[in-house]
Structures are given as C-alpha cells and as structure tokens.
C-alpha cells in the first residue's frame, strides 16, 4: 500500500482581508473609461479558448483594469497574493499573464450576475492558480451581487467591505448572485503558475 499523500488542510481556504483605502479604491474608479465598458463573457461554451457573451450564465460589463506607470493597483494585489499564498495554499505561483490580464467587473442592472463556476478552464485560462476580487464598491450601495462560495460560509459584511481583497482557489466553485438594486464593482483576475501536479 503506498503511504498517504502530504495533504494541505488549508486547500479550501479563502483569503479576506481590507487591504486598499477607500481613497485607493476610488483611485481606480476615477481612472475607468466609460467608454470601454463592454458586455462581460464565458470561456468555453462556444468552443474551447473561445468566449462569448451567454448572458443566461453571465451579465454584467467589464473593461480591462487600468495600471499607473508605479504598477498600481496590480503590484498591491500581486504583493497581497503571495504573502496569502505563502500561509495558505502554497502553490507554484509564476504571476500575472500578459494574455489574462485581470479586469473591472461592473454589475449596475437588475438580475446582473455570474451563475455557478470555476475559473480554471481551457488555453489561456488552464494555468490560472489563484482568482481574486476586489470590493471597488462597499456592500452598503448595492442589494444583491454577493460573491459565494461552494461549501465556505463567509460573512456579507466580510466580504462586501469597500478595498476587500478575496482570494480562493481558481478551482473553487463560486457565484455572484443576481442584483437587485443599486451597483457593485470590483477587480477580478488570476495569478498563473504551472500546472497543478
């Protein structure tokens, strides 16, 4: 019989905590173009690396996070990431990937939402090891759009504060649930490394 694998009890974890001021957040609110939102995608469903908009699992907009000249706001969450990662999930981690680079989700409409689903798949989304996102937006401006996750109980409160960075395990079955009034934004995106083994 061989023996048992060395097993991480921390594998399930998701990581959150206050990590940008509100000043900071709204930093990055003021450097958002309204003229780049575009309607948010599925990978996959249309064929494999290939995303499209299927707005019964996903409706919402985004537009591709603006980085200062300093790497704000990305060198803070890469930074935040890695020390997370050092105590908890301790994978391979090699970065942010020029080809899967992190976005601004915008959930502003009624029923605006992201049904069940993991964030590792096929081509360029295969080596994502760590998901992210980021509260732009504090809970108390909008009803509805919660991020959840499968079989993790977290507070509301815990993770709707405004400058909250949550990560989890790109393989971690999550949601965020329909709006219902008012608007949430956030950073989301991935940190990449080899494959899992």
């Not at 108390?140 to 977290?154: Q, S």
């Not at 409160?157 to 949550?166: C, D, F, P």
Request: net charge negative; charged share 25%.
């Amino acid at each position: 019989m061989p023996s048992a694998p060395l097993r991480n009890s921390r594998t399930a974890s998701v990581y959150v905590n206050q990590v940008f001021s509100e000043e900071e957040c709204d930093r990055i609110l003021a450097s958002l173009d309204e003229d780049k939102w575009e309607e948010a995608m599925v990978g996959g469903i249309a064929g494999k690396g290939v995303f499209s908009v299927q707005k019964d699992y996903r409706s919402n907009y985004q537009q591709t996070v603006p980085v200062a000249n300093d790497g704000f706001p990305l060198n803070r969450i890469g930074q935040e990431i890695s020390t997370a990662n050092s105590s908890l999930w301790r994978f391979d981690l090699d970065g942010f990937a020029e080809d899967d680079l992190p976005w601004v989700m915008n959930y502003c409409r009624v029923g605006d939402h992201n049904n069940w689903h993991v964030d590792v798949g096929q081509a360029a989304t295969a080596s994502r090891k760590l998901g992210f996102s980021l509260q732009l937006t504090d809970g108390t401006e909008y009803e509805g759009g919660d991020l959840a996750f499968h079989r993790i109980r977290k507070e509301r409160g815990e993770l709707t504060r405004k400058g909250t960075l949550v990560v989890f395990p790109a393989f971690w079955l999550h949601k965020v649930a329909p709006m219902i009034a008012g608007h949430r934004k956030s950073v989301v995106g991935w940190v990449h490394g080899p494959s899992f083994r």
